[in-house]
Nanobody, 127 residues
Framework: QVQLVESGGGSVQAGDSLRLSCVTSGRPSSSTVMGWFRQYPGKDREFVACIQWNDDTPEYSGLIQDRFTISRGDDKKTVFLQMNSLKPEDSAIYYC????????????????????WGQGIRVTVSS
């Protein structure tokens, strides 16, 4: 069973930065896509960012306004989300997601396209 383990969340002040990390126990392929979603209480998970393993192409939600950067680790099993200029509205549970063999059936922002999920990590931003 493939596992995704997230780390790096916490409580910060508005304007601060955090870097989330997610490592997979699976064996990524050239068609792997890994990404981050977030969820507010009572709401569906929303897409934040993803990155495609074949060429490191990132995709971002328009909601984050260039404040976040997704990247892949040199080990090719880790994905990072660098979050800068954090705002109180960024407070949420952040989930790492992965599909080790993306077939293109879904849009990259669609959570249904991701087969594996982390347990979620809380990010709290105080004003």
């Amino acid at each position: 069973q493939v596992q995704l383990v997230e780390s790096g969340g916490g409580s910060v002040q508005a304007g601060d930065s955090l870097r989330l990390s997610c490592v997979t126990s699976g064996r990524p392929s050239s068609s792997t896509v890994m990404g981050w979603f977030r969820q507010y209480p009572g709401k569906d998970r929303e897409f934040v960012a993803c990155i495609q393993w074949n060429d490191d192409t990132p995709e971002y939600s328009g909601l984050i306004q260039d404040r976040f950067t997704i990247s892949r680790g040199d080990d090719k099993k880790t994905v990072f989300l660098q979050m800068n200029s954090l705002k109180p509205e960024d407070s949420a549970i952040y989930y790492c997601a992965a599909n080790l063999y993306w077939r293109g059936t879904y849009y990259l922002w669609d959570p249904d396209g991701y087969r594996y999920w982390g347990q979620g990590i809380r990010v709290t931003v105080s004003s």
